[in-house]
């Protein structure tokens, strides 16, 4: 089982960045599709983005294409979460995931086929003025 540790969370303006890190220990990294959710208040938990541990692709939300992007350091267990241009929607506890499948359709996220194996505890983030 990994154990997932994010931090990098916080307070930002409208229009400014953030980057989030999500540290994993006890599993080969490596080999690990790794993504990134978030759930704001009164809604369910949603799909951000995706790293595969498979030539590197990534898949985003439409939501925050453009403006997050998420890479990896698997000689650091790492995996991260860049967000710029952030907009008050984008307010919301932030969740590391690893996942046991990963699966795409047409391109995009398919939330019905995929499953997580693990969570993180989460870190807010809250865009405000």
């Known amino acids: 089982q990994v154990q997932l540790v994010e931090s990098g969370g916080g307070l930002v303006q409208p229009g400014g960045s953030l980057r989030l890190s999500c540290a994993a220990s006890?599993?080969?990294?490596?080999?690990?599709?790794m993504g990134w959710f978030r759930q704001a208040p009164g809604r369910e938990r949603e799909f951000v983005a995706t790293?595969?541990?498979?030539?590197?692709?990534?898949y985003y939300a439409d939501s925050v294409k453009g403006r997050f992007t998420i890479s990896r350091d698997n000689a650091k267990n790492t995996v991260y979460l860049q967000m710029n241009s952030l907009k008050p929607e984008d307010t919301a506890v932030y969740y590391c995931a690893q996942y046991s499948q990963f699966f795409t359709t047409n391109g995009a996220y398919d939330v019905r086929n995929s499953r997580v194996r693990s969570w993180g505890q989460g870190t807010q983030v809250t865009v405000s003025s």
């Open positions: 790293s595969t541990s498979w030539a590197g692709k990534t």
């Open positions: 006890g599993r080969t990294f490596s080999s690990d599709d």
